[in-house]
Nanobody, 115 residues
Framework: QVQLVESGGGSVQPGGSLRLSCAAS????????TDWYRQAPGNQRELVAA???????NYADSVKGRFTISRDAVKNTVFLQMNSLKPEDTAVYYC?????????WGQGTQVTVSS
């Protein structure tokens, strides 16, 4: 089994920055890609960023140019650097890893962007 734990969320003013972390219980990020999702109240969970096993990255149009997904395989951690944050970014952020056996989700970390 794989355990994923997100951290780094918090409250920030518009234009501010946060870095989210997704830590895995075992070394999996050399083998599998990772997705970051977010879910705001009243909205569906949406994919915001993804990194493949090979290191290729993709972003939702709403965050492109502001968010950066990266990986530190030594630390078994995937990051989501969020800059120029907007109130619309307020949501619970989740990381997800899909293996050949199962899909694993973290517990989520709250990001609140407000004045």
């Amino acid at each position: 089994q794989v355990q994923l734990v997100e951290s780094g969320g918090g409250s920030v003013q518009p234009g501010g920055s946060l870095r989210l972390s997704c830590a895995a219980s075992r070394n999996i990020f050399r083998i599998y890609g990772t997705d970051w999702y977010r879910q705001a109240p009243g909205n569906q969970r949406e994919l915001v960023a993804a990194i493949t096993r090979a290191g290729s990255t993709n972003y939702a149009d709403s965050v492109k140019g502001r968010f950066t997904i990266s990986r530190d395989a030594v630390k078994n951690t995937v990051f989501l650097q969020m800059n120029s944050l907007k109130p619309e970014d307020t949501a619970v952020y989740y990381c997800k890893v899909t293996t050949n056996i199962a899909t694993y989700w973290g517990q989520g970390t709250q990001v609140t962007v407000s004045s």
